[in-house]
């Protein structure tokens, strides 16, 4: 699974889904902006980062930019391409559309452009997660608590 959402507030079904594949073996990665436009986005997406890596899942920070791409691979043989962000608004409120495509040929270039992305990534590590401040900590649990709002 290779996820790439500029706003990553998951809700219960993705994060169980994503939790779940880690912990079935599979290779779950997600890519996400090193920088966000909005610091309290970012703050509340960081808040999903430590349970998720505690399953295994591979966190990347963009470093080039902006990463805006929404995108989904799973399994080689089926992709999302669209306008929704991975999170609560795009589900819930927003018109967004996107495209699924089943299909190994354009699995196979959108994993190669996720793989791509990622050379111009940091690898999130949990030890390196676990080192936070206090404050950092703090911070993300009080966004988290707005992330049905953003």
């Known amino acids: 699974i290779f996820l790439t959402s500029p706003y990553f507030i998951p809700n219960t079904s993705i994060l169980d889904a994503l939790r779940k594949a880690a912990l079935s073996g599979k290779d779950v990665r997600v890519l996400v902006p090193g920088k966000s436009d909005s610091a309290f986005v970012n703050a509340a997406s960081r808040s999903y980062y430590q349970e998720l890596l505690e399953c295994g899942v591979k966190i990347y920070l963009y470093q080039k930019g902006f990463v805006h791409s929404k995108t989904l691979v799973v399994d080689d043989c089926l992709s999302f391409v669209g306008t929704a962000n991975m999170d609560h608004r795009s589900f819930d409120l927003n018109f967004e559309i996107n495209a699924v495509?089943?299909?190994?040929?354009?699995?196979?270039?959108?994993?190669?452009?996720?793989?791509?992305?990622?050379?111009?990534?940091?690898?999130?590590?949990?030890?390196?997660?676990?080192?936070?401040?206090?404050?950092?900590?703090?911070g993300d649990r009080v966004a988290r608590l707005f992330s049905p709002l953003l």
């Open 101 to 138: 495509i089943y299909g190994r040929e354009f699995c196979r270039q959108l994993a190669d452009s996720f793989l791509a992305d990622l050379e111009d990534s940091k690898l999130l590590t949990l030890a390196a997660w676990r080192r936070r401040s206090k404050r950092e900590i703090l």
